[in-house]
């Protein structure tokens, strides 16, 4: 496997639009190849954006939750959330490299990537292209961010061994391994968190991968997430008093 960060002109909210970043930013593209895309370069290229003395944060948050803790970890002024399936403190809203805004996690992260994927097809005549939208975030008992995916288009996101031997011949019970999960770390990691100005990276040598020529249907997105009573971590998730976010009631 390959991963290389791309460099791009420094993007500020509503400056320029995310088709026209990437034709920018990448003049070649190979069959069998994966476009990873922060989620912050596509919130500020759709405007997706308020300003910081606009609005009280914690109100921004329950607006961007689908549910919240109401209680806010004073060590570090956040409280957790669960957004669009994921668990992540302060709905994935973030300060940093917002140039005086927060900014908020993408409208519509699936619709999105979809829409990458077909331009990427038919810039570059492609068949097999994929794409994820990235997003980081902290991991129980780990000290530091980690890449995780919010979205993708084009490729099969887990590869499924339960029933096959393992070397001794125990058959797999519940083993699944993330595969999306794992490319948005590595893209994450060569992006970086900083000011390296490095949002979107390029995959490829990608033979453990089955792309699929299409969107994924909303069955393979929902198959991607694990409902909370089936969860490994439900005795935690289930363990505290959540609060329907406005999303949540939507």
Not at 38 to 52: A, D, F, Y
Not at 77 to 89: D, E, M, Q, R, V
Not at 181 to 209: H, K, R
Request: hydrophobic share 40%; aromatic share 6%.
């Amino acid at each position: 496997m390959k991963v290389t960060s791309l460099k791009t002109s420094k993007i500020r909210a509503g400056n320029i639009s995310l088709l026209a970043l990437i034709d920018q930013s990448l003049p070649t593209l190979e069959e069998k190849s994966i476009l990873a895309i922060t989620s912050k370069i596509v919130s500020l290229c759709e405007n997706s954006v308020v300003p910081i003395d606009a609005i009280d944060k914690q109100a921004l948050v329950i607006s961007e939750s689908d549910y919240f803790l109401p209680e806010t970890i004073e060590k570090y002024g956040f409280s957790f959330t669960i957004a669009n399936h994921t668990l992540i403190p302060m709905a994935g809203i973030d300060q940093s490299n917002g140039d005086g805004n927060y900014v908020l996690w993408p409208k519509d992260p699936q619709k999105t990537a979809n829409q990458v994927r077909r331009h990427l097809a038919e810039r570059f005549k492609l068949n097999e292209v994929g794409v994820i939208i990235t997003d980081s975030t902290c991991q129980p008992m780990r000290l530091g961010t980690a890449g995780i995916s919010i979205a993708h288009s084009g490729f099969a996101t887990l590869t499924d061994y339960v029933g096959t031997p393992d070397l001794f011949g125990r058959p797999l019970e519940v083993t699944q391994a993330n595969l999306v999960g794992g490319l948005a770390a590595a893209a994450v990691l060569v992006m970086g968190e900083g000011a390296e100005q490095t949002p979107l990276c390029l995959i490829s040598d990608l033979s453990f991968i089955k792309f699929q020529p299409r969107d994924p249907t909303l069955e393979e997105i929902e198959g991607a997430h694990i409902k909370i009573d089936d969860d490994i971590f439900a005795p935690f998730l289930n363990g505290v008093k959540w609060q329907k976010g406005k999303r949540g009631q939507s």
